[in-house]
């Protein structure tokens, strides 16, 4: 059974660095047949996909948050990370991990709510 497990700090202060870890149990995130996306959802709000990793390593990203986010992984460990820059409290949100099987999301971490606040 896959599993997908958030970590990381819940409170970022305005203008800082919000960084995540996934850790996935139960399959290896190198398998070419998935892609590893994280999505986040505001609060009152809908989900907003932000990016994805790939087989090989290959990222992308939803435009309008391209240029403040990064998504890498660590093989070795089995995790891949989300780094989201120059943070404000709109993006006070429940960041989510989550495995992507085709065009389908089948396995999602339980969320993680982090916000940003001086």
């Known amino acids: 059974q896959v599993q997908l497990q958030e970590s990381g700090p819940g409170l970022v202060k305005p203008s800082q660095t919000l960084s995540l870890t996934c850790t996935v149990s139960?399959?290896?995130?190198?398998?070419?047949?998935?892609?590893w996306s994280w999505i986040r959802q505001p609060p009152g709000k809908g989900l907003e996909w932000m990016g994805v990793i790939r087989y090989l390593g290959s990222s992308y990203y939803i435009p309008s948050l391209k240029s403040r986010t990064s998504i890498s992984w660590d093989t070795s460990k089995n995790q891949f990370s989300l780094q989201l820059s120059s943070v404000t409290p709109e993006d006070t949100a429940v960041y989510y991990c989550?495995?992507?099987?085709?065009?389908?999301?089948?396995?999602w971490g339980q969320g993680t709510q982090v916000t940003v606040s001086s």
């Open positions: 139960g399959g290896s995130i190198t398998t070419s047949n998935y892609a």
């Open positions: 989550v495995r992507e099987y085709g065009r389908l999301w089948d396995y």
